[in-house]
C-alpha cells in the first residue's frame, strides 16, 4: 500500500528520464536539466522526494480513516524514511504517469534510490545516471555523525546545517564566481522540514552496501563526480566505474557535490552525449 503521492515537476515528451535530488534538497535542484531536456526531445520528470520539499506538507495517508493507523503510519514516516521507500515511491509516481522505463539519474541521496531502484525494478530502468554518489555503506562514524545532525536539526532547524554543509557542497570557484548557485542551495536547504529530513538521514544511515550490485548493473551507466568533491569525491566515482560493466566516467572541472547546478551546461552535455547514444539508438 502507497501512503504518499509525490509531488513532481513533469516537462516535455520523448524518452523519460527521473531525476532524483540529493538531501537535503527537493526537485527545484534540477530546474536547469529540466528545461535542458525538454528543450531536447526528452519528457523530464522530477520529484520531491518522501519528507522532502513540497512532499513535507503533501503527506496523504490512505489508511486516514482508521485514526490509530494514520497516527502510526505518521510516526514511522516522521522516524526514519528508508532508500527502498523512496524507490517504491518512485515507482508508483511513474505507474501514475504511465511510464513503463525511464532513465534514472540520482544525484547524492538520490544515487542510493536509484540503487534501490534497479534493484527493485530492474526491467523499469532503461539507463542509469549516478551523480555525486557512492555505493559502499556508512560506517559506524558516519551513523553516529548522522544521528547526531538529527539531533541538531530537530532540536534547531536547519540553520546550522545549511552552513556547516555548503563549504562541502559547492566547489571554491562556485562560491567565489557564482553567488546565486549559492543562494539556491542555502534556500534549498533552509526551507527543508526538519522531520523529513532527519527521516532521510536515517534511511542513509540504515542504507546497505550497494557495492555487490554494481557487477550485475546491466543497463548503460553514466557515473558523474565533481572534481573538488570532498562528500562523495573521485575515487567513489571510479570505483562504481571500475565495477559497473561497461560504465561511463564524467569528472567535471570546478564542480564539487552539486555538479548539476555548479556546472549545469558541462553536466547538461555530458547528458545528451549519454542519452544521446544510449536511450535514443
Ligand atoms: C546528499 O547530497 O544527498 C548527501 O550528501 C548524501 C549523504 O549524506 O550520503
Known amino acids: 500500500m502507497r501512503e504518499i503521492n509525490l509531488a513532481y515537476t513533469e516537462v516535455g515528451t520523448g524518452p523519460a528520464i527521473v531525476l532524483l535530488h540529493g538531501y537535503p534538497f527537493d526537485r527545484s535542484m534540477w530546474r536547469e536539466q529540466i528545461d535542458f531536456l525538454s528543450a531536447n526531445g526528452f519528457r523530464a520528470i522530477a520529484p520531491d522526494l518522501r519528507g522532502l520539499g513540497e512532499m513535507s506538507d503533501k503527506l496523504q495517508f490512505v489508511a486516514a480513516a482508521d485514526h490509530h493507523e494514520a497516527k502510526r503510519q505518521a510516526e514511522a514516516y516522521r522516524t526514519i524514511t528508508s532508500m527502498e521507500d523512496m524507490a517504491r515511491d518512485v515507482a508508483a509516481l511513474m505507474d501514475e504517469l504511465r511510464i513503463d522505463h525511464a532513465t534514472i539519474c540520482g544525484l547524492s541521496m538520490g544515487g542510493y534510490v536509484a540503487f534501490e531502484f534497479v534493484d527493485l525494478f530492474p526491467t523499469r530502468v532503461k539507463a542509469l545516471v549516478l551523480a555525486g554518489t557512492r555505493a559502499p555503506a556508512d560506517n ?79 543497463v548503460p551507466t553514466l557515473v558523474i563526480v565533481g572534481r573538488d568533491d570532498p562528500i562523495r569525491p573521485v575515487a567513489d566515482a571510479e570505483f562504481m566505474h571500475a565495477r559497473i560493466p561497461g560504465s561511463r566516467l564524467e569528472i567535471i572541472e570546478d564542480a564539487a557535490h552539486m555538479t548539476n547546478m555548479e556546472q549545469p551546461s558541462v553536466f547538461n552535455q555530458a547528458l545528451l552525449g549519454f542519452l544521446g547514444l544510449e536511450v535514443e539508438s
Not at 175 to 186: C, F, G, N, S
Not at 197 to 210: C, E, F, S
Open 140 to 218: 559506524e562514524q558516519e551513523r553516529q555523525a548522522r544521528e547526531q545532525q538529527v539531533d541538531q536539526m530537530l532540536a534547531k532547524g536547519m540553520n546550522g546545517i545549511a552552513e556547516a554543509s555548503l563549504p562541502k557542497l559547492l566547489a571554491p570557484r562556485t562560491h567565489a564566481e557564482k553567488p546565486e548557485v549559492v543562494a539556491l542551495v542555502r534556500e534549498m536547504i533552509l526551507r527543508a522540514d526538519p522531520h523529513g529530513a532527519a527521516a532521510a538521514q536515517r534511511g542513509m544511515a540504515a542504507r546497505r552496501d550497494y557495492s555487490d550490485d554494481l557487477a550485475g548493473i546491466e
